[in-house]
């Protein structure tokens, strides 16, 4: 599908990786239903078509990552309208289409994270973030709450310093973030994509099928108790060494040689 520069959302195969673009730098790359959906379809079609590694969601510029759904008036695609003849809204999609992505998913946060930007940011399995970028979920400033990103704010942050920002609506600092364990790394702004490019090369050279197992555990078993997960575990381990990626890695080490994993 080909895409103009003034899209909202540009899709990007850059090697084996496909960036994800939010492309509304003059909206602060806010959220609307065409942007939300884009995103969608852009992690659902590099699962399916097999060939890209990891996927980079960010935004475009430097001032914003997303700040959250757009509250213009007369907005198109306004995030808080609800269709109450669909059973599901368009951002809880995309929020299940991101918890089941078998595929990697780094933010690339070049600016400030706000509200249902903070959201995808917390939905992302890794984050790298420039030193001068600021977070926050502001909606009790204009009489909501976090509803929808809630529950992937619950999975990744401290539960009192989550109620505090919900409550103050205020804004923090990259450095509080990090010190929360939310963001895996902190960079000048300067080496945010050296950085990101490190930490992609120590993705894309691993058995995709390894990647693809090992996140469906990590989700399956931190909603399970530890019974339950012990279980899990336990099947999963034939299941994996069953794979041609583990016969091939297993071989590999023995033969003292680079392994050529092919997802299978």
């Not at 009192?160 to 919900?166: A, G, I, W, Y």
Request: proline share 4%; glycine share 8%.
């Amino acid at each position: 599908m080909s895409q103009a520069a003034t899209d909202p959302v540009l899709l990007e195969r850059r090697g084996d990786v496909l960036w994800i673009i939010i492309n509304r730098e003059e909206r602060r790359n806010a959220l609307n239903q065409e942007v939300v959906q884009t995103i969608d379809r852009g992690i659902a079609e590099a699962v399916a078509g097999g060939e890209v590694k990891a996927i980079v969601l960010t935004g475009a510029g430097d001032k914003a990552f997303c700040a959250g759904a757009d509250l213009a008036k007369g907005a198109k695609g306004f995030a808080f309208a609800v269709d109450f003849s669909r059973p599901k809204h368009y951002i809880v999609d995309l929020f299940k289409r991101l918890q089941e992505c078998t595929l990697p998913v780094i933010a690339r946060v070049n600016g400030h994270a706000m509200a249902g930007g903070f959201g995808l940011l917390c939905a992302c399995d890794m984050v790298i973030a420039a030193d001068d970028i600021r977070i926050g979920t502001t909606e009790s400033k204009i009489g909501m709450t976090p509803m929808m990103i809630l529950p992937y704010m619950l999975r990744v942050l401290p539960p009192r310093k989550l109620q505090e920002m919900c409550i103050t609506g205020e804004q923090f600092t990259a450095k509080e973030a990090y010190e929360w364990g939310l963001l895996n790394y902190l960079v000048p702004r300067a080496e945010l994509d050296t950085k990101l490019d490190w930490l992609l090369s120590r993705i894309i050279d691993k058995s995709p099928t390894a990647i693809r197992l090992g996140k469906q555990a990590f989700n399956a078993t931190r909603d399970m108790g530890l019974r339950e997960a012990l279980e899990y575990a336990q099947a999963m381990v034939p299941v994996m060494s069953s794979t041609q990626d583990a016969k091939e890695g297993m071989g590999a080490f023995q033969e003292k040689r680079a392994p050529n994993f092919t997802g299978t």
